[in-house]
């Protein structure tokens, strides 16, 4: 009768399940970064997605990559678009000024680049299906989103009702598309709070619209703020490098 043989340790050399696959979106900052050490603390094989879209603040790339690195992605990749050719925002169009807090009093700031986060999921969406995960996790927030129509709960709803109609896996059912948002209720002090925990080197993110090459923040931009006020009201000391 045939015996199974042991492994070296002495256990049963019975074949090991591998870990459920995750994409993740990784902007570079500190709301991303934390998402990333979330799906990767569930326990989740990650691969983690940024976006080059013609943003001012090129520096998050380069954070991206160190978060991705730093928090053990099993792959990351930068995908390459022309946002700045549409225009209609401040993040793409250097003839559009950044405004600074209490600027505008607009609902949608001129900081929104219009369709970003239907686009960014498209692209998550279509990797998740090649690589047969089921699940992409984004770090929309709801609290602190500055008036963002693509980081609410009901726009979230309606992209994962697509994600099952217009993929084969979704429609074959082989497939049933999770987008995952673990931060859309928390407040930017809880996600820092959360981030620490998890290890996340806060100093590695870039938040800030307008950041040097360096990754050094401009600390006037709607983004700094939220993020300065988020470790203040944390009690946490803020990690981040400013211009002046």
Request: charged share 20%; aromatic share 6%.
């Amino acid at each position: 009768m045939a015996t199974q043989s042991p492994d070296v340790a002495g256990t049963s050399s019975a074949a090991v399940t591998p870990p459920e696959r995750a994409v993740v979106l990784v902007s570079g900052g500190l709301d991303s970064a934390t998402t990333l050490a979330i799906a990767r603390a569930e326990g989740l094989e990650c691969y983690a997605l940024s976006v080059d879209y013609g943003q001012r603040h090129r520096a998050e790339l380069d954070a991206a990559r160190s978060v991705a690195t730093s928090l053990g992605a099993k792959a990351h990749r930068v995908m390459h678009l022309d946002f700045g050719s549409i225009g209609g925002s401040a993040l793409t169009d250097p003839s559009i000024s950044v405004p600074r807090p209490g600027e505008t009093t607009a609902a949608i700031p001129v900081t929104y680049v219009p369709a970003r986060n239907t686009v960014m999921l498209a692209l998550a969406l279509g990797w998740a299906e090649v690589l047969g995960a089921a699940r992409i996790y984004i770090g929309v927030n709801a609290v602190d989103y500055s008036g963002y129509p693509d980081c609410r709960p009901a726009f979230i709803a309606a992209f994962e009702r697509l994600a099952d109609l217009a993929t084969r896996a979704g429609v074959e059912g082989t497939t049933r598309f999770r987008i995952c948002t673990p931060l859309i209720d928390s407040s930017k002090a809880q996600i820092i709070q959360r981030a620490i925990a998890l290890g996340v080197d806060l100093a590695a993110t870039v938040s800030c619209y307008q950041a040097d090459p360096a990754g050094r923040a401009c600390g006037r931009c709607d983004a700094c703020h939220l993020r300065r006020e988020g470790f203040a009201a944390a009690g946490v000391p803020d990690p981040t490098p400013y211009v002046a």
